[in-house]
């Protein structure tokens, strides 16, 4: 620190230390933000002792000067807390919503296994129709049971038209 013109002034690295910063981040700070309190004095980058009323700096009582975080501190933990509460909300609703969603599931899954079983009773039982002994009662198409349909007649091949000029000649 250096005193010009009954000013207290600061080198940029000791502005660093008093903001609890690193010596690049001041410099940005100072090309940003405290560029009103900068002054160039024989060369060298000073800053106004004054800054420390525009970044909330507290002089402690033991000659070193600290940021005052605390109020910064006490609204990111309240902002956090807000956002917890909010986040919890949504969570029960979800899990509100998913017990609901398995209710509707189970009520689905008991309903049609209901139906299912109405539809076993609704359909007539399978008869099995036995060959009869005469050949002149079956019609020979199909197997015999009532269950399977009727096979299709068998068509006879028909020869190439190649084959059939092979043989003629």
Same mark, same amino acid.
């Given at each position: 620190?250096?005193?010009?013109?009954?000013?207290?002034?600061?080198?940029?690295?000791?502005?660093?230390?008093?903001?609890?910063?690193?010596?690049?981040?001041?410099?940005?700070?100072?090309?940003?933000?405290?560029?009103?309190?900068?002054?160039?004095?024989?060369?060298?980058?000073?800053?106004?002792?004054? !800054?420390?009323?525009?970044?909330?700096?507290?002089?402690?009582?033991?000659?070193? !000067?600290?940021?005052?975080?605390?109020?910064?501190?006490?609204?990111?933990?309240?902002?956090?807390?807000?956002?917890?509460?909010?986040?919890?909300?949504?969570?029960?609703?979800?899990?509100?919503?998913?017990?609901?969603?398995?209710?509707?599931?189970?009520?689905?899954?008991?309903?049609?296994?209901?139906?299912?079983?109405?539809?076993?009773?609704?359909?007539?039982?399978?008869?099995?129709?036995?060959?009869?002994?005469?050949?002149?009662?079956?019609?020979?198409?199909?197997?015999?049971?009532?269950?399977?349909?009727?096979?299709?007649?068998?068509?006879?091949?028909?020869?190439? !038209? !190649?084959?059939?000029?092979?043989?003629?000649?």
């Amino acid at each position: 620190m250096i005193t010009y013109e009954n000013k207290e002034y600061y080198t940029v690295p000791e502005v660093a230390k008093i903001l609890g910063i690193s010596n690049q981040a001041a410099y940005k700070k100072v090309q940003n933000s405290l560029s009103s309190f900068y002054k160039e004095i024989n060369g060298q980058k000073y800053i106004s002792a004054d !800054f420390k009323m525009a970044t909330d700096v507290n002089h402690s009582p033991d000659n070193k !000067f600290s940021v005052d975080k605390t109020n910064q501190s006490t609204e990111l933990i309240s902002a956090l807390k807000a956002h917890i509460t909010s986040l919890e909300k949504q969570n029960d609703n979800l899990n509100e919503q998913m017990n609901n969603l398995h209710k509707q599931i189970e009520q689905l899954t008991y309903a049609l296994v209901s139906e299912q079983q109405r539809v076993k009773e609704l359909l007539p039982p399978r008869v099995e129709v036995m060959k009869s002994e005469h050949p002149e009662q079956n019609s020979g198409k199909g197997s015999g049971t009532a269950s399977e349909p009727p096979q299709p007649e068998k068509k006879q091949k028909k020869k190439s !038209f !190649f084959l059939k000029k092979w043989k003629k000649d």
